[in-house]
């Protein structure tokens, strides 16, 4: 009999559990890292919307002679979930702007007079009930002006 289960092949309960600890380790290490690349993944399409509607505002500028106001949209949006973007009922069309799929901001431009402007994507990606303010004028880098949420 004894020497029927040395002929046995197959993992100790040792070997098992140490396998076990070591994808555990793994596992804490590499889940966190991968929540922050996911929220600097949310924060680029802030940064990269922020640049098209600078880039539409200015065009509106070209056209008519003045920086076009937009308020906040879409308002559901500036939790940790995505809202979908419907263009018909949103006044960025106006300005061409118009992105696609689902976004993480809402998104604002406020027009001071004819000559400036200061558009925002405000959100709150981590559901701290901390919003984050990025914003960019016609003459300045995209910019986190509240210090928060920052990846």
Known sequence: MLRHLKNQKGFTLI??????AIIGILS???????MTFRMKAKTAEAKSNLGSIRTCEETYRAENDVYFAVTRYPSAAATGSSDAWLNA???FS????????????DYAVD?????????HAYGDLDDDDVEADYQTTPNSDITNISGNNIY
């Open 89 to 91: 009922s949103t006044a």
């Open 28 to 34: 804490a290490i590499a889940i966190p890292n991968f």
């Open 111 to 119: 027009s001071i007079g004819a000559d400036t402007f200061t558009a």
């Open 94 to 105: 106006a300005i061409g702007f118009a992105p696609s799929g689902r976004v993480y901001y």
């Open 15 to 20: 070997e098992l559990m140490i396998v076990v």
